[in-house]
């Protein structure tokens, strides 16, 4: 077995939701907000539905394999040549969004807070930390989420209550009438990319100490995350209004620094810094555990860990690669990226796998 | 050996990152802007002002007028954006400029009248500046009203920022004067600052006279029609734009005695709220206002009257109930008749209640605005009476 690690069903459900929320907490209102206005909030429960119906796909897809991870079932689903070919592009996919996320992380910290930092720092030091994390494992690093897990939620909750008096609830109305069904749908695509990357539970499962628990973490988790997207986007809107929160590019930096209370509480965004830096971790160890495993199977290697150094300068090289500028990353979030990400490998490939898997029959061997 | 010197390595590359970060500020190397002045320079050009905290004055000092030293120093230049304006200052403040702890932003008045919206961006895009800053409209410069000092506080900024916290009068912070910038439904209103008499210091009486003192005070309200500033409320229009506005309320409200003509009582504002209703039938606008107020009475001239009396207490509460759509109405009427402009956001009220007949009407509102009719319905308690229920310095 290349990784031995089980998680049970609480430690995966905290897992997939640091692996969404901190790069949505801070990229998906501002899209959104511009989008659908104060009616962003319907787009994000259409997202969460769209989610738990891929979550559903996937752990439906994964059951019927038990102990294989999707770069493995592809090739019994597919055969042997296509589904190396379609298990290749997976491996290539979880890269590419692995290399998306650094650079997120990257240039929000350079963006919000160490202008004068270059970029490559923040990144190549976060990659060292994730490359030591995924060299140790699954289990490791699930385990540290365990502690960073509750920081993060903790840290929302109390910064949206500490920003009630800034917040006026008036901002969200009208209701539907005023943007109608078309921006709302529109508006619904990027919070839903994020969200259905629940998908990772494909690769997951086999590591799972109740397999059959798939459904529940699928749905659990994304409406843990949905709920505090929500909760962030209500109080972005409620504290900013419609017409302002579009214009910000982290909306969720901007409803934390205009906290002031009794004149001594205030300046607390550093919380949000603490909450990106530790659940960027996370998000991006899961990225890269899966680019490693995945690499591992497809080369059909015993062990993973010789693969973690070379996905790792790949990763750093393709982030830097990838896009010019923050500008540059943030209208290809908020354009190209969610219909690409939802027709094909964090949907669409998904649903033609498991529509595959039923024509054809396959279910792998019981346990 | 090769994992202790590889251990060995990675102690020293962590030295090299634990020592510090790229973006390292010391307090010794900052100029703290405390309050910042935006006026507009001849050939469309801004001129920024800046009031700098001299930190070595604010160390000096344990106790509060410990320092003799000047606490401020302001410092001022001009250029096409207000970012050429830091470039140029730059060159003269020994310093990094750094904004994060500003409390004050000014805008002069002739700034003001030529369209704010030009100068208020970099404030937004730059990190450092806060959305939490007071945002205010000077009577005249920008400059001078920054180039005043405090008797209390240590900077004039932060005095003023305190009166502005206070709520006496209107205030707003950075973050809201941009939602009203970008708002349809309402035009902008800032606070309006002065510069008066504040009394005097007294001297040693041996050695010099009590020195007269000149410094800022909020004034009333500037009102903007679109970005460009229109003209002004006094103290009384504002306190009746406080109330249909909803805005947070405290204060006092004076109001002549019912029984005893000539004597007036005053009552502390310890709680009001304010809704207001638009109603539309297709022809015209109506809106309906329901201000909420409690309050204690701190005050009472007249001898014979009682707040323990039930039915005098209804009239005292009828009396304020009246005085409070006086000044309301003093404040409408301004904004209807003489300025035309919909500073009370009742726009978005109604939009809100009528987003589609909104559409139709948006682009015209202020019209609208002001041809509409409007309703008060005051409901005001007197909750407490101090440590008095009668008056007892009368005779019997």
């Known amino acids: 077995m290349l990784e031995g690690g089980k998680i049970n069903t609480r430690q995966a459900i905290a897992l997939m939701v640091t692996m969404v929320l901190p790069t949505a907490f801070l990229f998906v209102t501002s899209v959104t907000g511009h989008l659908a206005k104060q009616d962003g909030w319907i ?325 | 050996m090769r994992n202790k010197l590889a251990c060995l390595a990675l102690l020293v590359m962590i030295a090299g990152v634990l020592g510090g970060c790229w973006s390292r500020k010391e307090m010794s190397e900052l100029a703290i802007v405390l309050g910042a002045g935006v006026d507009s320079a001849p050939g469309g050009q801004v001129r920024l002002t800046l009031q700098l905290a001299r930190t070595s004055a604010f160390m000096a000092g344990g106790d509060g007028g410990g320092g003799k030293e000047p606490s401020t120093w302001v410092i001022s230049d001009t250029g096409e954006t207000i970012a050429d304006v830091q470039r140029k200052l730059s060159a003269k403040i020994s310093r990094h400029i750094y904004w994060a702890h500003d409390v004050i932003l000014v805008f002069g008045e002739e700034a003001a009248r030529g369209g704010i919206r030009k100068y208020t961006n970099f404030f937004s895009r730059e990190l450092q500046p806060r959305e939490t800053m007071w945002v205010m409209v000077a009577r005249g410069e920008a400059k001078d009203i920054l180039e005043t000092g405090s008797e209390l506080e240590r900077t004039s900024a932060q005095d003023i920022g305190f009166l502005a916290r206070a709520r006496t009068g209107f205030s707003v912070i950075f973050k809201d004067f941009i939602i009203m910038l970008a708002s349809k439904g309402g035009n902008p209103i800032a606070t309006m600052v002065e510069i008066v008499d504040r009394g005097v210091i007294s001297g040693d009486i041996a050695k010099d006279k009590p020195t007269k003192r000149k410094g800022v005070a909020l004034t009333g309200t500037a009102v903007f029609d679109d970005d460009k500033l229109v003209g002004w409320l006094n103290m009384t229009e504002t306190r009746g734009l406080l109330w249909l506005k909803g805005e947070v309320l405290k204060g006092v409200i004076t109001f002549p005695s019912l029984t005893e003509p000539g004597r007036e009582l005053s009552v502390n504002i310890i709680r009001g709220q304010t809704e207001v209703e638009p109603q539309y039938d297709g022809e015209s606008v109506r809106f309906y206002v329901n ?106």
Do not use: C
Request: charged letters at 20%; a neutral charge; proline letters at 4%.
């Open chain 1, 43 to 367: 787009s994000l429960l259409l997202s969460i539905f769209t989610a738990l119906l891929i979550g559903w796909v996937a752990v439906n897809l994964s059951l019927r394999f038990p102990g294989k991870t999707l770069f493995q079932y592809v090739e019994l689903i597919l055969g042997r040549w296509l589904g190396k070919f379609v298990a290749f592009l997976y491996v290539l996919w979880y890269i590419h969004i692995n290399a998306l996320i650094i650079r997120e992380y990257g240039s929000f910290l350079v963006a919000a807070f160490m202008p004068e930092t270059p970029i490559s720092v923040f990144m190549l030091l976060i990659l060292a930390i994730s490359a030591y994390a995924v060299r140790n494992g699954l289990e490791v690093f699930t385990r540290v989420n365990e502690i960073i897990f509750p920081l993060i939620l903790v840290t929302v909750i109390v910064t949206s209550a500490l920003a009630t008096p800034e917040m006026d609830l008036k901002r969200l109305q009208p209701v539907f009438v005023e943007n109608g069904p078309v921006p709302i749908l529109k508006a619904a695509f990027m919070p839903a990319a994020w969200m259905s990357e629940i998908v990772m539970l494909a690769v997951l499962s086999p590591y799972l100490t109740q397999i059959k628990d798939g459904y529940k973490i699928a749905a659990t988790s994304t409406l843990i995350t949905g709920t505090f997207l929500i909760i962030s986007f209500v109080g972005g809107i409620a504290t900013f209004g419609p017409e302002v929160i579009g214009g910000w590019l982290f909306p969720a930096l901007n409803s934390v620094r205009v906290i002031h209370l009794a004149n001594f509480l205030e300046r607390l965004e550093v919380t949000v810094m603490v909450v990106w830096v530790a659940g960027a971790l996370v998000k991006i160890s899961v990225f890269y555990w899966a680019a490693v495993l995945g690499s591992a199977q497809w080369l059909e290697l015993k062990d993973y860990r010789p693969l973690v150094l070379p996905v790792g300068i790949i990763l750093f090289a393709t982030s830097i690669m990838l896009h010019d500028s923050i500008l540059d990353l943030f209208v290809f979030l908020g354009t190209a990226w969610p219909p690409f990400a939802l027709t094909t490998f964090q949907g669409g490939f998904l649903l033609l796998l498991l529509a595959a898997a039923i024509i054809r029959g396959k279910v792998g061997k019981r346990k």
């Open chain 2, 291 to 396: 201000i909420e107020v409690e309050g204690d009475l701190i005050e009472q001239q007249s001898v014979h009257e009682s707040v323990l009396e039930e039915h005098e207490r209804n009239g005292m509460e009828k009396e304020m109930a009246r005085e409070i759509e006086g000044k309301a109405r003093l404040a409408l009427d301004k904004a209807q008749g003489e300025y035309g402009l919909d500073i009370f956001d009742f726009g978005e009220a109604f939009r809100r209640k009528y987003p589609r007949e909104w559409e139709k009407l948006k682009d015209r509102w202020n019209e609208v605005f002001s041809g509409a009719g409007v309703e008060f319905a005051v409901d005001s308690h007197i909750r407490r009476s101090g440590l008095q229920g009668r008056r007892t310095s009368v005779p019997e």
